[in-house]
């Protein structure tokens, strides 16, 4: 017998595809309605139009190519044999998944299909799912809306013959996406070549240019490639991994940086979630580290310490601190219990105000009465960590002369509840004789064993709150009265408030000093008509006195700033700021918990539960006129584009480039534009980014226009050599995020239901994000650019 006959005989053995091997590739062949390749060298798929726009590279595609030599790719085919190396112009936008020379007229296939979520291909789905959420901490609640499957099953080598079309390879590449983020799974099932005769290799397809597996963009700039990749050790891919499973390689595809899941001895690890209250007990994952049975971590908070757990080799949880301060604090983390601390990242600690709490208590307009009192709390967020849990009551504390604060366990349930239940009636207890407890807060939490601190397991806590229900103040009008009188004492604040907005108008211009109250807004009429009868919105001073004091001003709906003393919607000065004052931790400096202790327990002591005092609280903590205050002058850049400098003038601007939009006169503060073409062969531009940064003061913020999303926000440290980091609001549903001088602010999300390139297109920029700068030469800068409209369909990058 010839070796052409072996080669004939071979053709048929092999059409059939074995996907016994289901834990690792996806089912393929015939059976799974695969479309096959038609024997070839070379060769591709042709266009293949698919029915979900593919993220890739931070741009979406309606079509892709399958191409023979173990690739995919965008735009066009790729029929090159030798895998040149990343990254590579020409718009070769391809995914790599054995990118070698092919030859299937002698053997093996090459299928494809692309699925749907549907109910036929439910499994499927939610495996691939399965595979993302294990691997992308911040992926949990991924769900896969569209799949397509290429497979290459027991492919030759080009130049191969007789026994040598023995030596095969077979491996898959599923792309899916839910039309946000997408990821590319890899699966090596048998890799045993390399390389083709004419790329230089033997008789055993080793040797010669070997095999790349990675990712090119196209532009000859942007890429990602295996490390092993054009070496001779690609041919072992298939016993390693980058997410445990031996043959399987995952990595998330959407944005202009491929993130790969490998993991790492040292260096900057992924957090999720990325932020949670000051309060701790929230459980984060750290993902990336290489870990064992053996690690030992420890996750440092900040300057506070806790021990963690391995969850798998790429992953550890650790449980939250109490930190009594807020912003963006560096998480540092040991596999070795603590001798070194090799992985660094970011966690972002929140004011519990700005947290929608998990225990909610039920009836609480009744809280002063003697009925027992029920909470509730969420069922599903810590499943996975408790079965039962007990109920715990905190009272906060300071002590201004010694500037020390704590959180004092007042109270914790006899029996343990199953966590599932999720309810509890308090029965009133009987306070200790001649202590009173006043500011606190309910925790539901994870028992652990005797003598360990609650506080360092998982839990979930209430809003803060006056503890009246619990423990009732006996005599709420003298408690007021001995108020009062140490009150009177302490009024020199009032002189150097911030003035407020003489009208609603121009407070809600003024947004770079003033911010919305979350308890009476616009956007909230019934919770006015609750805390603020007679107003419509009130705002708060961003930035405390020099007495570290606050601003509360409220409007009614004739636009006119309203006075508490003829109104009950007037504002209240406040004697400690709501967002605290820098450096955190010390008495009356704490977030929010200050501000409950010195303003809003007095209030409702002396106005709810004894309202005979209220009129005398109104003259400590009085509505603060509008004398001195001087309304933002904006600046308005707008159509094509058109500007409005500060003083006033007038001009139209049509640059393509990156410009100085405006700068201080000593340059303490400069915010750059990036200025394109509205449309190819007309003359009109539109500013696409903005950027800004407050010398020595904040970090770097910009915010650009995307194809995809409409709105990307990026930020990096002062330093032009770090890298940039997209805040990702809709992926951690966080609408506030603060970083170094600079709080950037979603005040919505009124166009969901567009196109992101019709929000691209009519979306003001200013409406999507706010940037609220704290330094005081960007205080003085109130409106850089007060309304940006329009932009262009591409994706801009972010200023260098």
């Known amino acids: 017998m010839d070796c052409s006959t072996v080669i004939a005989i071979l053709v048929i053995v092999f059409a059939p595809i074995n996907s016994s091997l289901e834990e690792l590739m996806f089912p393929h062949g015939v059976a799974e309605g695969d479309t096959f390749l038609p024997p070839n060298d070379d060769g591709s798929s042709g266009r293949v139009p698919i029915s979900n726009l593919f993220p890739f590279f931070d741009h979406n595609y309606d079509s892709l190519f399958v191409n023979t030599n173990g690739l995919l790719s965008f735009g066009l085919e790729v029929s090159d044999y030798d895998p040149l190396p990343f990254p590579l112009g020409d718009d070769k936008l391809v995914v790599a998944v054995f990118w070698c020379d092919v030859d299937t007229t002698a053997g093996g296939n090459v299928t494809y299909r692309e699925l749907l979520d549907n109910s036929e291909n439910v499994r499927l789905f939610r495996q691939a799912d399965d595979i993302v959420r294990r691997s992308f901490i911040h992926q949990s609640r991924f769900s896969a809306k569209w799949m397509f499957i290429a497979t290459w099953n027991k492919v030759p080598f080009y130049g191969a013959r007789c026994d040598a079309l023995k030596i ?42 070997p095999a790349q597996v990675g990712f ?118 040991s596999r070795n219990g603590g001798e070194s601390f090799d992985f660094t990242g970011i966690f972002t600690y929140l004011s519990p105000e700005f947290i929608s709490p998990l225990v909610k208590i039920l009836d609480a307009a009744e809280w002063n009465q003697q009925e027992p009192v029920t909470i509730m709390w969420d069922t599903e967020l810590l499943q996975d960590y408790m079965d039962n849990v007990r109920i715990y009551v905190y009272s906060y504390k300071e002590d201004l002369p010694t500037g020390t604060v704590e959180l004092v366990l007042v109270y914790r349930s006899n029996q343990m509840i199953p966590y599932r239940d999720g309810m509890f009636k308090f029965s009133r207890p009987q306070p200790l004789e001649g202590v009173t407890y006043t500011v606190g807060v309910v925790r539901v939490s994870q028992d652990g064993p005797q003598g360990q601190n609650e506080l360092a397991l998982p839990g979930m806590w209430s809003d803060i709150h006056n503890l009246h229900w619990l423990y009732p103040v006996p005599d709420p009008s003298t408690w ?201 062969g007309l003359p009109s531009t539109v500013v696409t980014a903005l950027v800004a940064l407050e010398a020595g003061m904040s970090d770097q913020i910009q915010i650009e226009l995307s194809n995809r999303r409409g709105i990307d926000v990026w930020y990096r440290q002062e330093s032009n050599d770090s890298e940039w980091t997209m805040l990702e609001f809709e992926e951690t549903r966080i609408a506030q995020v603060d970083l170094k001088g600079v709080d950037g602010v979603l005040p919505g999300r009124q166009q969901v239901g567009r196109s992101s390139q019709e929000r691209s297109r009519t979306f003001p920029m200013w409406s999507v994000l706010r940037c609220v700068y704290h330094g005081r030469s960007a205080q003085r800068v109130h409106h850089a650019a007060e309304k940006i409209e329009g932009a262009d369909q591409r994706t801009v990058r972010q200023l260098e």
Not at 169 to 179: I, M, P, R
Not at 200 to 208: F, I, P, Q, T
Not at 268 to 275: A, D, E
């Open 168 to 209: 095969t390879n077979t491996f898959q590449a599923s792309l899916v996406t839910d039309g946000r983020h997408s990821f590319a799974i890899f699966n090596y099932e048998d890799i045993n070549w390399t390389t083709s005769l004419v790329s230089g290799g033997d008789n055993s397809g080793l040797g010669g240019t």
């Open 216 to 333: 090119n963009a196209g532009d000859g700039f942007n890429f990602y490639a295996v490390p092993e990749s054009r070496t001779g050790t690609i041919v072992d891919i298939d016993q390693d991994s980058n997410i445990g499973t031996t043959g399987r390689f995952l990595f998330r595809i959407d944005s202009s940086n491929i993130i790969d899941t490998g993991c790492i001895t040292e260096g900057s690890v992924t957090v999720f979630p990325v932020s949670g209250s000051m309060l701790g007990g929230d459980v984060v994952h750290i993902s990336r580290p290489c870990l064992d049975a053996s690690s030992t971590i420890v996750c440092r908070f900040a300057d506070a310490e806790v021990y963690g757990q391995v969850v798998s080799n790429t992953t550890a949880s650790c449980v939250t601190p109490l930190v009594f301060e807020v912003g963006r604090l560096p998480l540092k983390m």
């Open 480 to 680: 007021c009265g001995n108020w009062l009188e140490r009150a009177k004492l302490d009024l020199e604040f009032l002189a150097v408030t911030e003035p407020c907005p003489c009208t609603l108008t121009q407070a809600l211009v003024d947004n770079g000093r003033f911010s919305p109250h979350p308890l009476c807004n616009l956007d909230t009429p019934r919770n006015c008509e609750k805390f603020k009868p007679g107003a419509v919105h009130c705002v708060r001073a961003n930035t405390p006195s020099e007495m570290e004091g606050g601003q509360e001003c409220c409007y009614g709906k004739d636009d006119n700033i309203l006075n508490v003393l003829r109104s009950q919607g007037g504002g209240f000065a406040q004697r400690r700021h709501y967002y605290g004052v820098l450096p955190y931790k010390v008495a009356g400096r704490v977030p929010y918990l200050s501000h409950w202790l010195s303003d809003i327990l007095p209030m409702e002591h002396c106005c709810v539960f004894s309202a005979d005092k209220c009129e005398q609280y109104k003259y400590v903590r009085p509505s603060q006129t509008c004398e001195g205050y001087i309304a933002p002058t904006p600046a308005i850049a707008a159509g094509d584009p058109h500007l409005v400098s500060l003083d006033g003038k007038e001009y139209t601007f049509n640059g393509v480039g990156e410009y100085t939009l405006l700068e201080t006169c000593n340059g303490s503060f400069v915010a750059q534009a990036r200025n394109a073409a509205f449309d190819i």
